[in-house]
């Protein structure tokens, strides 16, 4: 983490900035190649709701149905059945087939999401089925690398806030007012938090 941001936490929010020093450096975030968004949404999808070996397993899987990377053209064609062999739920299934299609229809256009604004990047997300608020907001965070996304959404986040911050049942006002010090860094602070 560079240091003009840890100096930012130390001005802001000394809670936030012990905690870092609690848990030690956090790798700089990369923004991944727009011909690698469809997998990252694919897992996305595939691993809501799971423990990451869970996640994993079933992500692994689900790679072995393409000869090297998962492509919506190819998607389309595999039944939900083959999916759910995975060891996804049938609404996962689903789901990422409705994506598969939806790009291939081009109802949704995955190829300029890195120009478009975190809100605008959303609106086009969430345009598929299985792809809510926090399913879109950990894409702009792990596929767009941008800084200064915060998710009420994300139950790990809010239960390390309300332990960090001794606020049992942290409502989403005073959530949000915490994460609004944090501004322009909020992915990073979220980062720390999901590391206690």
């Keep these: 983490m560079k240091s003009d941001i ?3 936490f ?3 929010d000394p809670i936030l900035f ?10 700089q975030m990369a923004e991944r190649e727009p011909k690698k968004f469809f997998q990252t949404l694919c897992r996305e999808i595939i691993c809501q709701q799971l423990s990451n070996a869970s ?16 492509i919506s053209k190819r998607l389309v064609k595999i039944t939900d059945k083959a999916l759910r062999e995975t060891g996804m739920s049938w609404a996962k299934a689903r789901y990422i087939k409705d994506l598969a299609t939806k790009l291939e ?9 890195s120009l478009l604004s975190d809100d605008k990047v959303i ?4 345009k598929i089925k299985g792809i809510g608020q926090w399913t879109a907001k950990m894409f702009l965070v792990s596929a767009l690398g941008r800084e200064d996304v915060f998710s009420y959404e994300d139950i790990h986040l809010v239960r390390s806030m309300e332990r960090v911050y ?8 005073q959530a949000e007012s915490i994460a609004l010090k944090w501004s322009p860094y909020r992915t990073w602070a979220s980062r720390v938090l999901w590391n206690l």
């Design 10 to 12: 130390k001005k802001v």
């Design 55 to 70: 996640g994993d397993a079933i992500h692994n899987r689900f790679l072995l149905l393409f000869p090297r990377q998962p």
């Design 123 to 126: 609106e086009e997300l969430t």
């Design 166 to 173: 001794k606020m049992p049942n942290i409502s989403r006002e």
């Design 105 to 113: 229809n081009k109802e949704v256009n995955l190829n300029n999401l």
């Design 18 to 27: 012990n905690a870092l020093n609690e848990i030690g450096d956090i790798r």
């Design 6 to 8: 840890k100096n930012h």
